[in-house]
């Protein structure tokens, strides 16, 4: 159900479930009640029918973050692979190494381990 106020673009949209949920979207100002759209930047089917409505071009409301431009931009250098480790340039920094392995503590054993004295079979 969406009320279109033609000042700036306002709907109310009721959303059918259990619980009946209502959003409100103010297209003019890009703001909506459905925090997913704020967040991600990925249209719902409420803001999709409502720019249908409308007449609106939803690629206009897309992100700069997702237009190809902004990818082409982002990935336009070139980035050089690193060559072998023994053409790298030293440093007079010290090496980088891993942390020390530390061994967990185990769980403990069901059955007691033998001293080698008792490992003998007597004879009896």
Same mark, same amino acid.
């Given at each position: $159900?969406?009320?279109?106020?033609?000042? %700036?673009?306002?709907?109310?949209?009721?959303?059918?479930? !259990? !619980?009946?949920?209502?959003?409100? $979207?103010? &297209?003019?100002?890009?703001?909506?009640? *459905?925090?997913?759209? $704020?967040? !991600?930047?990925? #249209?719902?089917?409420?803001?999709?029918?409502? $720019?249908? #409505? &409308?007449?609106?071009?939803?690629?206009? #409301? @897309?992100?700069?973050?997702?237009?190809?431009?902004? *990818?082409?931009?982002?990935?336009?250098? @070139? @980035?050089? +692979? !690193? %060559?072998?480790?023994?053409?790298?340039?030293?440093?007079?920094?010290?090496?980088? &190494?891993? +942390?020390?392995?530390?061994?967990? +503590?185990?769980? +403990?054993?069901?059955?007691?381990? &033998?001293?080698?004295?008792?490992?003998?079979?007597?004879?009896?």
């Amino acid at each position: $159900m969406c009320n279109n106020c033609s000042t %700036n673009q306002l709907f109310e949209v009721k959303h059918v479930s !259990i !619980i009946g949920e209502k959003f409100v $979207m103010n &297209l003019d100002k890009r703001e909506w009640s *459905y925090k997913k759209w $704020m967040v !991600i930047g990925i #249209f719902c089917c409420h803001l999709l029918s409502a $720019m249908k #409505f &409308l007449n609106l071009n939803e690629v206009e #409301f @897309i992100l700069n973050c997702f237009k190809k431009k902004t *990818y082409e931009t982002v990935y336009a250098q @070139i @980035i050089y +692979p !690193i %060559n072998n480790q023994h053409l790298w340039e030293i440093t007079s920094w010290h090496d980088v &190494l891993p +942390p020390p392995k530390k061994r967990l +503590p185990e769980r +403990p054993k069901k059955n007691r381990r &033998l001293e080698p004295w008792e490992l003998k079979k007597d004879n009896t």
